[in-house]
């Protein structure tokens, strides 16, 4: 196997091969020519079409008065762009049980479709097969005027996978976070969860062998398997069978909630990594970072502010013990800038950024992200105040172009934009009381993108608090075509 691997049409080929059995990629293939020199035949991918979807769309638990609502949209896609043969058919917003009728429906591509607004949540899917599959998105929003779910939890919904990453969770008194589990498919999944606190690599039987029913959830609570542990990151693996993975996180301050969200995904540990959208005003900017090797990581942290790269004070280079996370206070030496984080280090490392607005009474949470190699979707939900993207060149000068269109598909903001090399650029989008749907694309250089929520200075009395992180991550339509290597092990043991 690792013989017939080295060779980089056959790896791709694999490549392709599982994500096709991973995340329902068809492929059009036609027999190549036989390979004199390999003295083997190769059969190479003409194109890749995606030609049906399944994402995860999860829900808070009970508690306060909530308003909860899943929207979604096949976005329009570059002209070319390969999707399935055949009539639009419509995708489905249902419950999981297969028995259920479904809350909403996407009909037509680059309108945005929306589950019924609900008062008890529950978790959804978005789910189909034909021409509407490729590039669809979805976002689950929950809004709460009051109780332990007081504010507001968004979260783009999920693509099920077998690796996940989380940075910045926690088991500690003044935190009830459960990381959520949904299995989409008709069979049982299992899953190990690798746990990392400040005192290194834990051993929680707990959290091992957890069974995913088909078409159900499971959660962990954190405070019962990891009581005490602050700071913590979580690499969940399955072991058989696809999860959607999430970290519902309730933050307390004494007897009053402080803010309640969802901990978006980090990146997979590398020697470099970026967290990007670091939200701009006032409020805690708290940087964990996970070193799950055997090994202490030397690292050091660069500040991608808004006028170019800056090293903290103090922060040039940090010691991480082996299989630990370690936290760094930011809010000072960002100074309410929007910024993104950049981390070096001799062994791989994976980040995230907790934000708070100024009353430190709602947070957001953005991982570390992988560079855009393609176009990235993102449906925005209907907000009070402007919403910020957030654009980082973390090396060379980088260039994007985007464009922000409504729930009708008309282009409300179209612009292209070139970042300063290792700067951010922020671009305010006004409130909107629909849905909306944002198309990022990298033109040059490496660049990392997010959206930011943030509260206004002076709320009114009986204002919702609006703190929400959205990240941007290239679609699986365009990491298909353009070659993108995931990690394919589970599918080839």
Excluded at 103 to 113: A, F
Excluded at 264 to 290: D, E
Excluded at 429 to 447: E, I, N, S
Aim: charged share 15%.
């Amino acid at each position: 196997m690792t013989r017939l691997l080295s060779d980089p049409r056959l790896r791709i080929g694999a490549v392709v091969v599982a994500m096709a059995a991973l995340a329902g990629i068809g492929v059009v293939t036609h027999p190549g020519k036989a390979d004199t020199r390999a003295q083997a035949a190769v059969t190479e991918p003409a194109r890749t079409v995606v030609n049906r979807t399944a994402l995860s769309c999860p829900a808070l638990s009970p508690g306060g008065k909530m308003t909860s609502v899943v929207n979604g949209v096949a976005p329009t896609l570059p002209e070319g762009t390969p999707t399935a043969p055949g009539a639009a058919e419509p995708l489905t917003i249902a419950p999981l049980p297969a028995t259920s009728d479904p809350v909403g429906s996407l009909l037509k591509r680059g309108t945005i479709g929306s589950s019924a607004v609900v008062v008890k949540p529950e978790p959804l899917s978005i789910k189909g097969t034909g021409p509407l599959a490729a590039g669809t998105v979805g976002t689950s929003t929950t809004t709460a005027q009051e109780g332990v779910n007081r504010g507001m939890a968004s979260v783009p919904c999920q693509v099920p996978g077998s690796d996940f990453w989380f940075v910045g969770a926690s088991g500690a008194s003044d935190r009830r976070d459960v990381l959520v589990l949904t299995n989409l498919d008709s069979v049982n999944a299992e899953v190990n969860v690798s746990v990392y606190a400040r005192t290194g690599a834990q051993d929680l039987p707990a959290a091992r062998g957890i069974v995913v029913p088909a078409l159900g959830t499971a959660e962990l609570f954190l405070k019962q398997v990891a009581p005490n542990l602050r700071d913590i990151a979580l690499h969940v693996e399955s072991t058989g069978g696809r999860v959607a993975a999430a970290v519902r996180s309730n933050q307390s301050n004494g007897s009053q909630p402080g803010g309640v969200d969802w901990l978006n995904t980090a990146a997979a540990p590398a020697t470099k990594v970026f967290v990007p959208a670091v939200a701009p005003g006032a409020g805690l900017r708290i940087l964990s970072v996970a070193n799950p090797t055997d090994l202490q990581a030397t690292a050091s942290l660069t500040v991608n502010g808004p006028n170019g790269p800056f090293k903290p004070a103090g922060l040039e280079t940090v010691q991480i013990a082996a299989g630990s996370v370690k936290t760094f206070m930011l809010d000072s030496v960002l100074h309410g800038d929007a910024s993104a984080i950049t981390v070096t280090s001799d062994q791989p490392v994976t980040a995230s950024v907790r934000s708070t607005d100024a009353s430190r009474t709602e947070f957001s949470s953005l991982g570390s992200a992988e560079a855009l190699t393609g176009p990235a979707y993102l449906v925005i939900p209907a907000h009070k105040q402007p919403a910020m993207l957030q654009v980082t060149a973390p090396g060379k000068t980088g260039s994007v172009k985007f464009e922000l269109r409504d729930a009708a598909d008309r282009v409300l903001t179209t612009r292209a934009l070139d970042v300063v090399g290792g700067a951010t650029a922020q671009i305010s989008f006004p409130a909107q009381p629909r849905p909306t749907y944002l198309m990022v694309q990298q033109t040059r250089g490496t660049v990392v993108a997010g959206v930011t929520l943030m509260p206004a200075a002076k709320p009114a009395e009986d204002d919702v608090p609006q703190v929400a992180a959205w990240p941007l991550t290239t679609s699986l339509v365009f990491r298909a075509q353009l070659g993108a290597q995931p990690d394919v092990t589970a599918a080839l043991r």
